[in-house]
């Protein structure tokens, strides 16, 4: 194997590397905000249930105010996963430009080499004359 070759697949295994990344922070955000609605649901439930939205009352729902308080930490999570998406999806670009410059240089050697093979064999009896 060539050196440029290893190259190209290692920028390759890089980019595949950075898409899983991207895939997962995406399943990752979509369980949060799945779990984040269904908190919301249930605070709703419990506020029902028991007639009081303030939060400041001192009769409010004690599983309200854990259920809130869990949502509203999937939420900072949530905003923490999409800053390390935006980093990751930068990360990509750069990974997929690094990739493309490999392949370049891959394909340029090998058009050298081609070219090199195709040359008529140097001579020197064709320069003494």
Known sequence: MKPR?????????????????????DLMMGE????????????ISEE???????????????FAKAARQRRDNLMVSIGDLQVQKEAAEADLVVAEADLAKAE???ERDGKVMRDMDERPAFDRRMMIG
């Open 32 to 43: 949060f905000e799945r779990m984040a609605s269904e908190l919301e649901a249930q605070i």
């Open 48 to 62: 029902k249930k028991a007639g009081i939205t303030d939060l400041t009352h001192f009769a409010y729902p004690t």
């Open 104 to 106: 370049a240089l891959e």
């Open 5 to 25: 070759e290893s190259l190209v697949r290692l920028k390759l295994f890089q980019v595949k590397e950075k898409r899983r990344q991207l895939g997962q922070l």
